[in-house]
């Protein structure tokens, strides 16, 4: 092996794991759901569709939501990255939200993904003054995948949410 080809190995994704994954925003009684694509680099971007409900939403509509979201979820072709790629302003229009300062200090957040028929409710906390998020290794919860029950899971997310929501007394 070349050092070109040892240098690309270093940079690829390891594996070709297939994890679909939202982002989730609870903000001024409302969630926000942010469809998420890997991209060829392993990381992921966020982008439409993006839905917001009211906080008071039947729990069917939520749930039928936060599912097709996860299954919008998909690993992006080179060729399509620019496509989906929103932009800091394009995704704040979307979420119509101001700025992430403000979005991140007034909510409560987290990625659900669907990995290994497993659903992972990964918890954020604010960071760098509120300019950002990062995950809160210590609020990372896991359950199966049920699909004949996806109102439980549903209400499994939720319930995170809101404790979230609670201990960052938001």
């Known amino acids: 092996m070349n050092l070109i080809e040892k240098i690309f190995n270093l940079f690829k994704p390891i594996g070709n794991e297939s994890i679909k994954s939202i982002h989730i925003f609870k903000i001024n009684g409302k969630y926000k759901v942010a469809t998420c694509y890997k991209l060829d680099s392993g990381i ?13 939403v039947e729990l069917e509509k939520l749930s039928e ?86 109102l439980e899971m549903t209400n499994f997310i939720i319930d995170k949410l809101t404790l979230n929501e609670k201990l960052n007394h938001i």
Do not use: W
């Open 44 to 56: 992921y971007i966020s982008s439409h569709p993006v839905t917001i409900l009211p906080e008071n």
């Open 65 to 150: 939501v936060i599912f097709r979201s996860l299954e919008e979820s998909r690993m992006l072709k080179i060729s399509e990255e620019d496509q989906f790629y929103l932009g800091t302003k394009g995704y704040l229009k979307s979420l119509k939200e101001k700025s992430f300062k403000n979005l991140y200090t007034k909510s409560s957040s987290c990625a659900v993904s669907l990995k290994n028929n497993c659903i992972v409710v990964q918890l954020y906390k604010i960071a760098y003054n509120g300019r950002g998020l990062e995950e809160d290794k210590n609020k990372c919860y896991e359950t199966a995948f049920l699909e004949d029950n996806l």
